[in-house]
Nanobody
Framework: QVQLVESGGGLVQAGGSLRLSCAASGRTFSSYGMGWFRQAPSKEREFVAAISWSGVSVEYADSVKGRFTISRDNTKMSVYLQMNSLKPEDTAVYYC??????????????????????WGQGTQVTVSS
């Protein structure tokens, strides 16, 4: 019984910034890694960023490294994705998801969508030229 709700998407000009939020329900939130994925029209869903349950490890897709930052606040049961220097190619529906493995190794971060079991409804991010 897990619910994830994304927010913060919108329309932004190239070079701008957006901060996505994912609010989670469930008392075991702090025991699971969390990830962000995105899906553009006619493309497969792809990995963007993830953070371990312990918060000590993060992983980013090469395409967003240096521009995006993932973080979590277990007190607020939320995960965030700060997106800077946005490009038109970043346009997609962004989803947050929960790692299906309880307390995966502190230094382990899953990057495959198959490793995640609960997904939010998605939030649209559109970057204009």
């Amino acid at each position: 019984q897990v619910q994830l709700v994304e927010s913060g998407g919108g329309l932004v000009q190239a070079g701008g910034s957006l901060r996505l939020s994912c609010a989670a329900s469930g008392r075991t939130f702090s025991s699971y890694g969390m990830g962000w994925f995105r899906q553009a029209p006619s493309k497969e869903r792809e990995f963007v960023a993830a953070i371990s349950w312990s918060g000590v490890s993060v992983e980013y897709a090469d395409s967003v490294k240096g521009r995006f930052t993932i973080s979590r606040d277990n007190t607020k049961m939320s995960v965030y994705l700060q997106m800077n220097s946005l490009k038109p190619e970043d346009t997609a529906v962004y989803y947050c998801a929960r790692d299906r493995t309880y307390r995966r190794g502190s230094f382990s971060v899953a990057t495959s969508s198959t490793a995640y079991d609960y997904w939010g409804q998605g939030t649209q991010v559109t970057v204009s030229s």
